[in-house]
Nanobody
Framework: QVQLVESGGGLVQAGGSLRLSCAIS????????MGWFRQAPGKEREFVAA????????IYADSVKGRFTVSRDRIKSTLYLQMINLKREDTAVYYC???????????????????WGQGTQVTVSS
């Protein structure tokens, strides 16, 4: 049974930092891709970042490039999202997701992901 459990969300002032974690269990394929998505109130869920588990390739949404960094600890089976210089518009519920099909041009498409965590709230105040 696949489980993705996010943690690390919270309330932070604009300009501050947070690190989100996603603990992964039950995935049996090394070649999967992991993604971070977010959903703000009244908005659709959007792509934030993704990482190819085996090689560590990464890709980011333009809105977070240079401020967010996705990484993984292969021994701990944990995905991270380091966020710096947070802005009010980063306020959202953040989800991690796993795509067993691996890395490809579809990687920003949420409908391609097979498993999702429950989400963790990030609130950025001014």
């Amino acid at each position: 049974q696949v489980q993705l459990v996010e943690s690390g969300g919270g309330l932070v002032q604009a300009g501050g930092s947070l690190r989100l974690s996603c603990a992964i269990s039950g995935l049996s394929f090394e070649d999967y891709a992991m993604g971070w998505f977010r959903q703000a109130p009244g908005k659709e869920r959007e792509f934030v970042a993704a990482l190819k588990w085996s090689r560590g390739d990464t890709i980011y949404a333009d809105s977070v490039k240079g401020r967010f960094t996705v990484s993984r600890d292969r021994i701990k089976s944990t995905l991270y999202l380091q966020m710096i210089n947070l802005k009010r518009e980063d306020t959202a519920v953040y989800y991690c997701a796993a795509d067993e099909a691996g890395w490809g041009p579809w990687i920003k498409n949420e409908y391609r992901y097979d498993y999702w965590g429950q989400g963790t709230q990030v609130t950025v105040s001014s």
